[in-house]
């Protein structure tokens, strides 16, 4: 299990750094020490090998999620550290637990067994509860904080209580006997394992932020450092995702007749939800929040696909998104910062004042949106194509409406970049390394648009 | 190979043109579209005389069955030659004017022509739709940044319209693809032989019916059209009005005919009525236009409910009357388009009541625009003639009474550009007249060629009716065997 001891070390040795005075380099020993991991990750490729008794197992599936969920983490350390080094101090300690939430992601994404599946969920989000709050004396990022972990920790009750629902209908934690069970009994007049399918149901979809059980999401978001929410709404949400698809399609994928409607009806009402309260934020940094609730709704389709599609479906749109959405949100970090708001007024003339961050802009939004040519539009197809295998063509019309509902309030920064001049002779000032991993960004965005074969099937 | 090529030039030169500055970058944009010409005049001798299918066919997307598949057969034919044609036409009227940013601006019209010529070439429909959208995207941001007042809520409006409609040509075309059997597959050709249920035909239909008409537009899908047209610069209106709403046109003879011949049977009674409406409609708007560039947005309304009336009565005059009017629609409204820009540079106006007299002031333009007038409302011996008549003869076989209405277009047509010629070129002399100063050498180049077209294919419209006509009876052929084939199911 070297993925996770390596990133074990490494948060460990990052907590020290204060202690025996190394904090200076924790950012680079963080990169390194996610590096090593990704490294040891790869190797597994293709090996399916399973790890403490088989509560672990890393087959293609894990090592897609968790090395998009490290590189991702990456990216992310790297600019903490631009945007907060200097004037952080707790570097170390924040460094260390953005790499456990990292290890847990791993856990969540990796596990074969429903108790690794509740540490997995337990370990990133009690690390998500403290980055919510990590501006102390910012009165948002402390109510960020509180709601989080109150609602966080209820809705982990729910998962537990499920958990315990269906090992006392099954008599076990292990997927693949829960699967057997499943498959030999079926679910009719089972109630104590649907009660317990429909207890994971909600506490999962609280973790991806669906409707009904998204309204933590705009406020944490909101309050927390831009930067952390940038964590949130990737990392976070594509482990919960990885999580979310591996349980219902390893497990429960016999009895989806019980639940697919269930998902389909939080599908419709996140993506609805999501997009038309998303069209009134003023806040951009809200709107995103909005918006990667609606984009959860997407991703809710691919719970509805033909199992030969839906992950590698889920896989490429999470890498989509997650690129387009971490370049989104740390523009407005940049714009915020810079311009002293996070409307979308701080974007007003941006092309005259930063070519090259309103050209991300333009991408990074584009490609949220769905327009062909960026990955973003692939993993719309890709998911599209998927629910309409599954026999969802009317699901997929209402996907289709929210996609062009989106489009107007993606489109309002680009509009306030290109379309309209600023009147202040403002600057906006980027850094050689930001901008170019901001372009890196960029062109991976188009790259998985025009061949998007490179990601591989799963 | 020439097809690779035809999309592989304004490409490259749309990347070399991005590091060029001002008129250079509009000159190289200019050569090419000029290469772009003489590979598509190549690639029509070529199909004409020796009957050769230019295509290429590579795989794109392995895992979904996607190929990067793309060819000219007649019906493509005419349109990649209309884009060629009007490109370099586009760039000239442009190199008039001082942009700002002229590089972007040159640099987004060659990679709207990529778009188009992708999309009027494309073989599988996932790079079809793929190309009907990039070639969005460049005119977004031409009509974002060049356009007149009220431009962001008009493109914005325009953008989304049009995404809409073509995001459900997108759910219709995954639906096409995962009926075609074995490991499925995208290209166009696996789609025509499909044998789909009538109710499965209804929804493609209404499907792909909803994108194209939106592009178009049909009548009442059309509410973008005018403030788009008005509110785009010049350039970004030519490519509007004169190409890129033939991928619509094109796009029902390609997609929809043959994939859901009975669908269209059933409905065309609809879509018909829709047509002629859109017909009347424009026409009686454009009668009390007062800014000479949202008349002929709304002339053009008329036209192509015109040729969507013709197409949807699914016989051959029909057709190929749509095929020679898609050309000389284009060649007309951007003839137009370029003579309204003439004046609107020369006067700073374009509303009508400010000019007068134009006629004693400058013969030429007078002329030039009688002509282009002319053509525009079908005069026999134009270029408008030719397509409206065999137009109004496949509505005509296909409904008396919808051909009697269909035919309001010539007479209206008549009377709104005589009313605009009568207070534009006669009368008394206005401020605005007086200031219409002699046309430049280019322009007067431009003008004669425009008007050399307009007459040559006007009295020889073979020139092009013979290049689309195999493609055409080969494509009736199909959706009779189709619909035959449904019929005995």
């Not at chain 1, 009994?185 to 207890?199: F, Q």
């Not at chain 1, 406020?219 to 349980?247: C, E, H, M, N, W």
């Not at chain 1, 971490?326 to 974007?347: L, R, S, V």
């Amino acid at each position: 299990m070297n993925v996770v001891i390596a990133l074990t070390i490494t948060g460990i040795l990052n907590l020290f750094g204060s202690i025996f005075s190394y904090r200076k380099i924790t950012p680079l020993l963080s990169i390194l020490g996610l590096a090593t991991a990704l490294v040891f990750n790869s190797m597994y490729w293709n090996t399916s090998q399973p790890f403490f008794n088989h509560m672990m197992v890393m087959d293609n599936y894990a090592v897609a999620f968790g090395a998009v969920c490290m590189v991702l983490a990456a990216v992310l350390i790297i600019f903490y550290n631009r945007f907060m080094g200097d004037e952080d101090h707790h570097l170390p300690e924040v460094l260390s637990i953005i790499v456990f939430s990292v290890a847990g992601a791993i856990v969540m994404v990796s596990y074969t067994n429903l108790l690794m599946l509740f540490l997995g969920v337990e370990i990133l989000s009690i690390s998500f509860y403290i980055l919510a709050g990590l501006k102390r004396k910012d009165l948002g990022s402390n109510e960020a904080a509180m709601k989080y972990f109150l609602m966080g920790a209820f809705s982990t009750g729910f998962l537990l209580f499920g958990i315990a629902l269906i090992y006392g209908a099954t008599a076990s934690f292990d997927l693949s006997a829960i699967a057997a069970f499943v498959k030999l009994n079926g679910a009719t007049s089972n109630y104590l394992l649907l009660c317990g399918v429909l207890m994971i149901l909600v506490g999962l979809l609280f973790k991806v932020a669906a409707a009904p059980f998204h309204f933590w999401t705009p406020d944490v978001y909101q309050g927390a450092p831009t930067i952390i929410t940038a964590f949130f709404a990737t990392v976070g949400k594509i482990a919960s995702f990885g999580a979310f698809y591996r349980l219902f399609s390893l497990c429960f994928a016999p009895i989806s007749t019980e639940w697919s409607g269930v998902i389909m009806v939080v599908s419709i009402i996140t993506m609805f939800i999501g997009n038309i309260t998303a069209l009134q934020q003023k806040s951009l940094k809200r709107m995103l929040a909005y918006s990667s609730i609606a984009h959860a709704g997407y991703m809710l389709l691919a719970l509805l696909s033909p199992a030969y599609m839906g992950a590698s479906g889920i896989l490429f749109y999470s890498i989509a998104y997650g690129i387009s959405s971490m370049a989104a949100f740390i523009i407005i970090h940049i714009i915020q910062t810079q311009t002293g708001t996070d409307e979308a007024m701080g974007f007003t003339g941006l092309k005259q004042k930063n070519k090259t961050l309103a050209f991300i802009t333009a991408i990074s939004m584009l490609s949220l949106s769905g327009i062909p040519l960026t990955a973003g539009f692939f993993g719309k197809f890709y998911l599209f194509t998927s629910a309409i295998e599954g026999g969802y063509v009317l699901l997929v019309c209402l996907a289709v409406v929210n996609s062009f509902i989106s489009i107007y309030y993606y489109f309002k920064p680009v509009i306030e970049s290109y379309f309209k001049n600023s009147h202040t002779d403002t600057v906006i000032q980027l850094k050689n390394t930001e901008a170019i991993l901001l372009v890196l960004l960029s062109i991976a965005t188009i790259v998985l648009g025009i061949l998007p074969g490179l990601i591989p099937s799963i | 190979m020439h097809t690779l090529l035809l999309l592989i030039i304004p490409v490259v030169f749309m990347v070399v043109v991005l590091f060029l500055k001002g008129k250079t970058a509009g000159y190289a944009a200019l050569t090419s579209s000029i290469l772009s010409l003489v590979v598509s005049i190549i690639v029509a001798i070529h199909l004409h005389f020796n009957g050769y299918f230019d295509e290429f066919n590579r795989t794109w997307i392995s895992s979904f069955g996607i190929n990067f598949h793309v060819g000219i057969d007649g019906i493509s034919l005419i349109l990649v030659l209309l884009t060629t044609f009007l490109t370099p036409f586009i760039i000239v009227t442009s190199l008039q004017k001082e942009n700002e940013n002229s590089s972007v601006f040159y640099a987004l019209i060659l990679l709207m022509q990529a778009g188009m010529l992708g999309a009027f070439t494309a073989m599988d429909s996932f790079l079809f739709y793929v190309s009907y959208e990039v070639a969005l995207i460049p005119i977004y941001f031409i009509c974002g940044l060049w356009g007149g007042e009220n431009r962001i809520a008009v493109t914005l409006k325009f953008f989304i319209y049009t995404l809409a409609g073509s995001l459900f040509m997108l759910v219709s075309i995954i639906y096409l693809y995962l009926q075609t059997p074995g490991n499925h597959t995208f290209e166009i050709s696996e789609f025509y032989k499909l044998n789909l249920s009538s109710t499965q035909q209804t929804w493609v239909f209404w499907g792909f019916f909803l994108a194209f008409a939106v592009k178009i537009p049909i009548f009442p899908f059309h509410s973008w059209q005018p403030s788009t047209y008005t509110t785009a610069p010049t350039a970004g209106t030519m490519l509007l009005a004169g190409i890129m709403l033939k991928m619509g046109l094109y796009g029902l003879i390609r997609f929809v005919l043959p994939i859901a011949p009975d669908a269209v049977a059933h409905w065309n009674t609809l879509t018909e009525i829709l047509c002629v409406c859109g017909i009347i409609y424009g026409s009686v708007i454009a009668m009390r236009q007062n800014d000479l560039k949202t008349l002929i947005a709304f002339s053009s309304l008329a036209h192509v409910g015109l040729i969507a009336a013709g197409i949807f009565s699914m016989n051959v005059q029909g057709i190929q009357g749509a095929m020679i009017q898609m050309f000389n629609h284009g060649v007309n409204a951007v003839a137009l388009f370029f003579l309204i820009d003439l004046l609107e540079r020369r006067s700073g106006t374009r509303l009508m009541d400010k000019f007068g007299g134009i006629a004693s002031v400058n013969k030429k333009i007078a002329v030039v625009f009688a002509i282009v007038m002319l053509g525009s409302v079908g005069l026999p011996l134009t270029n408008g003639f030719v397509g409206e008549f065999l137009l109004l003869m496949g509505v005509y076989q296909w409904n008396i009474y919808a051909a009697l209405f269909a035919g309001l277009t010539i007479i209206l047509g008549a009377v709104y550009m005589l009313r605009l010629y009568r207070n534009v070129f006669f009368g008394e002399v206005s401020d605005a007249g007086r200031s219409i100063t002699p046309l430049s050498m280019m322009e007067t180049i431009m003008s004669y060629k425009l008007v050399v077209l307009i007459i040559v294919l006007g009295i020889f419209p073979n020139l092009l009716l013979n290049l689309s006509a195999p493609a055409v009876t080969k494509l009736l052929n199909l959706i009779a065997n189709h619909s035959n084939m449904t019929a005995t199911l």
